[in-house]
């Protein structure tokens, strides 16, 4: 069967993980796999993944002109773009209803992102609770496919730690800068709050003076293989974002032997349990999470409870194996289903900016503008690559001494 995933950016993140990992299942199974992205690429780009460089990735204005048996959406701008391709099936793999990537004043932009979940299409999902929002705002049933483990690369090194012996548990903060639900800057002053003497910091935002306030060492955009020990070599991971699907670094963490403190984010109860293997704070409780991550810091029979926890929630989780080959097996029972004349994604893709245009112009005229910050990302995105990475470095910089202390 030929497939072909519509891809928002091949660049490290959770959501690019998740694909990569499908796909290269696919492939493995026999399956002729495109991914067709959307934003520029080259090798360095995708190299932090293992398995990447062996999938074929295009740009996607180059993937137009090909057919396939099944085409995959796979980030909302990507919905936009399926009437352009030929296929006899087509589906959205929703990874977070990203609706709630955008504030709520730009509501022209959320509802134009809340459209593509309306398109007549096979929907799959890795979170019980985007499968419930998609049936109970849309009408959807979508399959239900939870993201697995890379088992080969994330495990628990005996001793822990790397055998290291320090003077308090040390501490790693991830996630990117410059994105406002990360809450990653936040999560640092919090620990430093906390009394937390080592902190590290694994981001996928370049940082290329790896150096960050308060930080004891960072890592920028590191291979896949590498995430590893730098996890094994920390207690507690502290990702406070406020808008996740069912987010991989504290599983990866629980299984390379640590702990985590989170919000009680969308997707979290997956499998974190507050008390049993992780401490979970209420969103936007930031005295609560500073208590928590303190508790950790100083109170070691706690801190090995939890870790304890986090090892017996890890064993039980099941491998990448496992979830991709539930991923097929949606695959095929969609390959298998009523076909869809692209026409209505093209009529549907007009409606839905012909809406959007007009509320914006509307929403322009009446409040003085202002740029938003994802707004801003894009604009930085188009420096040369070199410019690209000190800007992203310096706002990482700015957005930890800033003394203000918001949750997004």
Same mark, same amino acid.
């Given at each position: 069967?030929?497939? @072909?995933?519509?891809? +928002?950016?091949?660049?490290?993140?959770?959501?690019?993980?998740?694909?990569?990992?499908?796909?290269?299942?696919?492939?493995?199974?026999?399956?002729?796999?495109?991914?067709?992205?959307?934003?520029?690429?080259?090798?360095?780009?995708?190299?932090?993944?293992?398995?990447?460089?062996?999938?074929? @990735?295009?740009?996607?204005?180059?993937?137009?002109?090909?057919?396939?048996?099944?085409?995959?959406?796979?980030?909302?701008?990507?919905?936009?773009?399926?009437?352009?391709?030929?296929?006899?099936?087509?589906?959205?793999?929703?990874?977070?209803?990203?609706?709630?990537?955008?504030?709520?004043?730009?509501?022209?932009?959320? %509802?134009?992102?809340?459209?593509?979940?309306?398109?007549?299409?096979?929907?799959?999902?890795?979170?019980?609770?985007?499968?419930?929002?998609?049936?109970?705002?849309?009408?959807?049933?979508?399959?239900?496919?939870?993201?697995?483990?890379?088992?080969?690369?994330?495990?628990?090194?005996?001793?822990?730690?790397?055998?290291?012996?320090?003077?308090?548990?040390?501490?790693?903060?991830? +996630?990117?800068?410059?994105?406002?639900?990360?809450?990653?800057?936040?999560?640092?002053?919090?620990?430093?709050?906390?009394?937390?003497?080592?902190?590290?910091?694994?981001? +996928?935002?370049?940082?290329?003076?790896?150096?960050?306030?308060?930080?004891?060492?960072?890592?920028?955009?590191?291979?896949?293989?590498?995430?590893?020990?730098?996890?094994?070599?920390?207690?507690?991971?502290?990702?406070?974002?406020?808008?996740?699907?069912?987010?991989?670094?504290?599983?990866?963490?629980?299984? @390379?032997?640590?702990?985590?403190?989170?919000?009680?984010?969308?997707?979290?109860?997956?499998?974190?349990?507050? +008390?049993?293997?992780?401490?979970?704070?209420?969103?936007?409780?930031? %005295?609560?999470?500073?208590?928590?991550?303190?508790?950790?810091?100083?109170?070691?029979?706690?801190?090995?409870?939890?870790?304890?926890?986090?090892?017996?929630?890890?064993?039980?989780?099941?491998?990448?194996?496992?979830?991709?080959?539930?991923?097929?097996?949606?695959?095929?029972?969609?390959?298998?289903?009523?076909?869809?004349?692209?026409?209505?994604?093209?009529?549907?893709?007009?409606?839905?900016?012909?809406?959007?245009?007009?509320?914006?112009?509307?929403?322009?005229?009446?409040?003085?503008?202002?740029?938003?910050?994802?707004?801003?990302?894009?604009?930085?995105?188009?420096?040369?690559?070199?410019?690209?990475?000190?800007?992203?470095?310096? %706002?990482?910089?700015?957005?930890?001494?800033?003394?203000?202390?918001?949750?997004?």
């Amino acid at each position: 069967m030929k497939i @072909c995933f519509l891809v +928002g950016s091949i660049a490290i993140s959770g959501g690019t993980y998740v694909i990569l990992q499908h796909a290269s299942f696919l492939k493995k199974a026999g399956h002729d796999v495109t991914l067709a992205i959307q934003e520029a690429f080259d090798d360095s780009t995708r190299a932090w993944h293992d398995e990447a460089l062996e999938l074929e @990735c295009v740009p996607i204005e180059a993937a137009k002109s090909s057919s396939f048996d099944l085409v995959i959406a796979t980030w909302w701008k990507t919905v936009f773009e399926l009437h352009n391709f030929s296929a006899t099936h087509y589906a959205y793999f929703v990874q977070s209803i990203e609706t709630k990537f955008y504030p709520e004043e730009e509501k022209p932009l959320r %509802e134009l992102v809340e459209s593509t979940y309306k398109f007549p299409l096979s929907y799959a999902t890795e979170a019980t609770w985007i499968r419930e929002y998609l049936a109970a705002e849309h009408g959807h049933t979508a399959a239900l496919i939870k993201n697995g483990i890379r088992k080969d690369i994330y495990h628990p090194r005996s001793p822990g730690r790397n055998g290291i012996a320090l003077k308090q548990p040390r501490i790693l903060v991830e +996630g990117h800068f410059g994105v406002r639900f990360k809450n990653t800057a936040l999560a640092v002053k919090l620990a430093r709050e906390a009394g937390a003497q080592d902190i590290w910091v694994l981001t +996928g935002t370049p940082i290329p003076f790896k150096w960050l306030p308060n930080v004891r060492k960072v890592f920028s955009r590191v291979h896949m293989a590498k995430t590893a020990d730098i996890y094994r070599s920390c207690d507690v991971l502290i990702k406070l974002s406020t808008v996740e699907g069912m987010f991989g670094p504290p599983l990866e963490m629980f299984h @390379c032997g640590g702990t985590a403190v989170v919000f009680d984010v969308t997707g979290h109860d997956e499998y974190i349990v507050d +008390g049993d293997n992780a401490r979970v704070v209420r969103t936007g409780d930031l %005295e609560g999470a500073v208590a928590a991550i303190r508790q950790l810091i100083s109170e070691p029979s706690i801190l090995k409870q939890l870790k304890e926890g986090a090892l017996k929630t890890a064993a039980e989780w099941p491998s990448w194996e496992s979830a991709s080959a539930q991923f097929a097996e949606w695959v095929l029972k969609v390959s298998s289903g009523p076909m869809v004349d692209r026409a209505v994604f093209e009529e549907a893709t007009k409606a839905s900016f012909q809406k959007y245009e007009a509320e914006e112009r509307l929403r322009l005229e009446i409040k003085v503008r202002t740029m938003p910050r994802h707004k801003i990302s894009q604009m930085a995105a188009r420096l040369p690559p070199g410019l690209f990475r000190i800007f992203k470095g310096i %706002e990482a910089v700015m957005e930890i001494i800033s003394p203000a202390k918001k949750v997004y």
